[in-house]
């Protein structure tokens, strides 16, 4: 069974904070690097953060500093730590594994949580 459920998001004005949330299904997080995804209308969704088994913490450059992305391996939880908001933050994010799952020939991907970062 794989489940990927992520809660969290919402509104947030720039500078303010948010922590996104990621419920994960023990045979997937147990042995993957788990990350965050953005997705952008007309973009390419890209990866934000990523955090291994032994929790190594890469970030892209622009969230380098205000994100924090961390995992609770008693909760099979992923968490995204976002402060220090921009209104570039804005979009829906996703956690999955680093690469993403692949099911029947086809990425899968949970529900996302929508981000919104407006004054």
């Known amino acids: 069974q794989v489940q990927l459920v992520e809660s969290g998001g919402g509104w947030g004005q720039p500078g303010g904070s948010l922590r996104l949330s990621c419920a994960v299904s023990e045979n997937i997080f147990q042995s993957n690097t788990m990350g965050w995804y953005r997705q952008v209308p007309g973009k390419a969704r890209e990866l934000v953060a990523r955090?291994?088994?032994?929790?190594?913490?890469p970030y892209i450059h622009s969230v380098q500093g205000r994100f924090i992305i961390s995992r609770d391996a008693a909760k099979n939880a992923v968490y995204l730590q976002m402060n220090g908001l921009k209104t570039e933050d804005t979009g829906t994010y996703y956690c999955n594994t680093v690469p993403w799952i692949i099911r029947n020939s086809r990425p899968w991907w949970g529900q996302g949580t929508q981000v919104t970062v407006s004054s």
């Open positions: 955090i291994t088994t032994g929790s190594l913490t």
